[in-house]
């Protein structure tokens, strides 16, 4: 079974880091552009970041570039995102989200998603 | 703000249709595939449309996609109370180099 599983949320002070982490089963993650998507409470979906499948190329929004930093390591077929310099409206729930189809361009869709975690920053 | 512009909500009795708007430019929605997403309260999101008008396997026939210029629809007959749920178009932005979302639409059924 095709599985997503994130981890790592919690609560963290303004101006502090967190990791996330997602850990895939059922494909091989290197084969697939991979997404971190939140949502802030009460609100609509918002992309973050993408790494591309082999080249690892990586493509961020603008309201989290130059903090947040997204990898993977293939070893543990695990997908990442460093997140600093947090903000209070950092504060959502964080999915990890493949693209359905293997080797593909960006313009492809988010087919599996994990349960999501939960990231608050708040003093 | 999101590039992609949604109603914020639509309704309709069990049984009939409703059909969800999602507007954008020549940057994204013009030149890139179109998305949609079902997220029923409280659940991650999951695919209903992908490719313009491609159903994954598992989705029923009620579920529809289109699109003509920068602006796509998605359709939903045969409407279900279990169909309540937000919904999102998405497609990439060449422009901001960026997977874009519209503004999500609540489905509500009466």
């Known amino acids: 079974e095709v599985q997503l599983v994130e981890s790592g949320g919690a609560v963290v002070q303004p101006g502090g880091s967190l990791r996330l982490s997602c850990a895939a089963s059922?494909?091989?993650?290197?084969?697939?552009?991979m997404h971190w998507v939140r949502q802030a409470p009460g609100k609509g979906l918002e992309w973050v970041s993408v790494?591309?499948?082999?080249?690892?190329?990586?493509y961020y929004a603008d309201s989290v570039k130059g903090r947040f930093t997204i990898s993977r390591d293939n070893s543990k077929n695990s997908l990442y995102v460093q997140m600093n310099s947090l903000r209070t409206d950092d504060t959502a729930v964080y999915y990890c989200?493949?693209?359905?189809?293997?080797?593909?361009?960006?313009?492809?869709?988010?087919?599996?998603w994990g349960q999501g975690t939960m990231v608050t920053v708040s003093s | 703000q999101s590039v992609l512009t949604q109603p914020p909500s639509v309704s309709a009795a069990p049984g009939q249709k409703v059909t969800i708007s999602c507007s954008g430019s020549?940057?994204?929605?013009?030149?890139?595939?179109v998305s949609w997403y079902q997220q029923l309260p409280g659940t991650a999101p999951k695919l209903l449309i992908y490719?313009?008008?491609k159903r994954p396997s598992g989705i029923p026939d009620r579920f529809s996609g289109s699109k003509s210029g920068t602006s796509a629809t998605l359709g939903i007959t045969g409407l279900q109370t279990g169909d309540e749920a937000d919904y999102y178009c998405g497609t990439w932005d060449s422009s901001l180099s960026a997977r874009v979302f519209g503004t999500g639409t609540k489905v509500t059924v009466l």
């Open positions: 989200a493949k693209d359905k189809h293997s080797t593909s361009s960006l313009l492809d869709a988010f087919d599996i």
């Open positions: 490719d313009n008008n």
């Open positions: 059922g494909f091989t993650l290197d084969d697939y552009n």
């Open positions: 020549t940057s994204n929605i013009g030149n890139n595939y």
């Open positions: 790494i591309n499948w082999g080249s690892g190329t990586t």
